[in-house]
């Protein structure tokens, strides 16, 4: 009798290749159009691995959080060139949505207007203020 797989048990199996396995996560984090390995079969003929493998450890509960990980730390050592590339497009025919991206990224701008009330009511017209006054305090002539 063959044993099923279960999802649980795809995601508490120990790694039998853990360099393959990280050398996954490192390809996975890596935009299709940049990698040199274009398919997961590419991959897992380079690295003499079953496709049905890197489709389990796809399963692993810190597979994705890794693969994030490593993306995110690709992406830091991008910034610059995609700065520089931006820039360049800004001021060659720049739109509203790439000044807007510009100041929202640079300084911080939000374009949700915000209104803070502490509550505190001032009369700030000269007239009102009088009339009050006088509303409020009997004549005494």
């Known amino acids: 009798m063959v044993k099923k797989k279960t999802a649980k048990s795809v995601k508490n199996k ?5 360099d393959v396995y990280k050398e996954f996560i490192l ?9 040199n390995l274009k398919t997961q079969g ?13 489709s389990d450890w796809k399963q692993k509960n810190d597979f ?7 993306r995110n ?6 910034t610059s060139n995609v700065l520089a590339s931006f820039y360049q497009r800004v001021m060659k025919k720049g739109r509203a ?5 510009w100041f929202q990224y640079f300084l911080g701008w939000n374009e ?8 505190e009511l ?5 007239y009102a203020d009088e009339k009050l006054r006088k509303d409020r305090i009997p004549a005494t002539e």
């Open 73 to 78: 730390r690709w992406g830091k050592e991008k």
């Open 27 to 35: 390809w996975m984090s890596i935009p299709g159009p940049l990698r």
């Open 97 to 101: 949505t790439d000044y807007k991206l």
């Open 64 to 70: 994705w959080e890794a693969v994030e990980g490593e």
């Open 122 to 126: 001032k009369i700030i017209h000269e």
């Open 112 to 119: 949700k207007a915000k209104a803070e009330h502490t509550g």
């Open 42 to 54: 590419e991959f897992a003929r380079k690295f003499t691995v079953r496709q049905a493998t890197l």
């Open 14 to 18: 120990a790694l039998s290749k853990p």
